[in-house]
């Protein structure tokens, strides 16, 4: 009877021992995973404003090259110098 009470208190440490590592493997997993989580979600981020950035970029260049196509229809022509160009004024100021 006493062999059998030692023995259930060994089995009750043991599975308490046990259920200790675990959690404790389980909490630092999830420090982890929130770590990268979080690093991940500033890569995006960073990402998508860089790619927003460039898209502003490309439309502001096309609105330019409109403009100065509707005042400028020399600009366009491949065999004209354009040098001068507002078109090329204009994008060398931006």
Known sequence: MV??????LCLLAFMAVTAAVYYKKS????RKSGALYKQNSE???SKLKEAYENNVKI???RRALE???????T?????????HSPV???LQAD
């Open 3 to 8: 062999k059998g009470v030692i023995a259930g």
């Open 27 to 30: 909490e630092e997993m999830a």
């Open 43 to 45: 890569i995006l981020y």
């Open 59 to 61: 439309e502001k260049t």
């Open 67 to 73: 403009r100065a196509a509707r005042e400028d229809k």
């Open 75 to 83: 600009a366009f022509d491949w065999g004209a110098d354009i040098s």
């Open 88 to 90: 090329i004024l204009r």
